[in-house]
């Protein structure tokens, strides 16, 4: 049974980090902590965070969510998602010191917090599987070609978009710079670093997960600003794709990958998978489970999508 949620802070590296906890009066051995895609904070778009901690809690699984140095009420200076690998360690010694007999932690993460766990799970023991929905795996010419594969398939079947043709309504013109635009995106010439995943291009307007947005056909994108991905690396550097398989070999415990139907972020992941022989043996693995929900977008929004995935998340990790 869950407990009342209790407000924790806790130091890491000189700055005071701020979580909330969803606890469980019996036994429990393992845990989940959520990891935030930034830039936001605990309680996540739609609240899905705060939903998600109290769902598993209820299930019997304590659960605990927090902010990263300089984000929500977490005092420091905001840092990129490359670069929180001392919060996440800081957060479990807090989680495992909060919930005596925890033993081992699932990482759940979301778009860039899925690939924050990928970086950081292979050097913590007490990390036995992670969670992660729709993983970030940008680059201007990856986006360009999903949206080119996706978008534009998916927008000639919409009854919208033929009624604004036939009753004139259409830009052409603009419609055409736009495909363009995508086509150089897609398939120009790159530098190595960029065909590598290090290039942090947008394409977008506002949206609700504290990214940047673009809805479109159905479909959601997110973008963030440039940062760790391309900022101080050194000439020859592992791209973020590169760096993300290598996170994924090196960690030996289960990992349960959740995905959007109606999502960019998550058909640009999947492409990049298709591309590659090591990352199609990976998500072929004995340990990897595998969901897909068809019509959800990058966020889950709908609370019928948020309560899939914390079905989902509390079968599989009560499953072994």
């Known amino acids: 049974m869950p407990l009342e949620e209790q407000a924790l802070g806790?130091?890491?590296q000189g700055?005071?980090?701020?979580?909330?906890?969803?606890p469980v009066s019996g036994p429990a051995r393992r845990g989940v902590l959520i990891v935030v895609g930034g830039p936001q904070y605990r309680a996540g778009s739609h609240r899905q965070f705060t939903l998600l901690a109290r769902a598993l809690a209820?299930?019997?699984?304590?659960?605990?969510?927090?902010?990263?140095?300089?984000?929500?009420?977490?005092?420091?200076?905001?840092?990129d998602f490359e670069e929180v690998d001392a919060d996440l360690c800081a957060a479990i010694d807090q989680f495992m010191a909060a919930c005596p007999g925890l033993q081992e932690v699932v990482l759940w993460g979301l778009c860039d917090a899925a690939s924050a766990a990928m970086f950081y799970a292979r050097q913590d023991h007490r990390v036995c599987g992670m969670v992660l929905l729709n993983p970030w795996a940008r680059s201007t010419e990856g986006l360009a070609k999903a949206t080119l594969k996706h978008y534009y398939r998916d927008?000639?079947?919409?009854?919208?978009?033929?009624?604004?043709?036939?009753?004139?309504?259409?830009?052409?013109?603009?419609?055409?710079?736009?495909?363009?635009?995508?086509?150089?995106?897609a398939y120009a010439r790159r530098p190595a670093a960029a065909a590598k995943g290090q290039d942090g291009g947008t394409i977008d307007t506002a949206g609700t997960d504290g990214h940047t947005t673009v809805a479109a056909a159905g479909m959601t994108a997110v973008a963030r600003p440039s940062s760790?991905?391309?900022?101080?690396?050194?000439?020859?550097?592992?791209?973020?794709?590169?760096?993300?398989?290598?996170?994924?070999?090196?960690?030996?415990?289960?990992?349960?990958?959740?995905?959007?139907?109606?999502?960019?972020?998550?058909?640009?992941?999947?492409?990049?998978?298709?591309?590659?022989?090591?990352?199609?043996?990976?998500?072929?693995?004995?340990?990897?489970?595998?969901?897909t929900l068809a019509p959800a977008d990058h966020t889950f929004s709908r609370r019928e999508w948020r309560d899939q995935v914390a079905g989902w998340t509390s079968d599989w990790v009560r499953s072994w």
């Open 10 to 12: 806790f130091p890491c």
């Open 15 to 22: 700055e005071w980090l701020t979580a909330i906890l969803s």
């Open 58 to 79: 209820a299930q019997g699984i304590p659960a605990m969510r927090f902010d990263y140095r300089g984000m929500g009420d977490s005092s420091g200076a905001a840092r």
């Open 155 to 185: 927008r000639l079947l919409q009854p919208e978009l033929w009624k604004k043709i036939f009753s004139g309504r259409f830009d052409f013109g603009a419609a055409a710079r736009s495909f363009a635009g995508l086509l150089g995106a």
């Open 228 to 291: 760790a991905q391309t900022a101080g690396m050194a000439p020859g550097a592992p791209g973020l794709h590169q760096r993300m398989l290598e996170g994924l070999q090196g960690f030996s415990g289960k990992v349960l990958f959740i995905f959007s139907g109606a999502d960019l972020t998550a058909q640009e992941f999947l492409d990049m998978v298709k591309a590659s022989r090591q990352w199609q043996g990976l998500l072929a693995a004995p340990r990897v489970t595998r969901h």
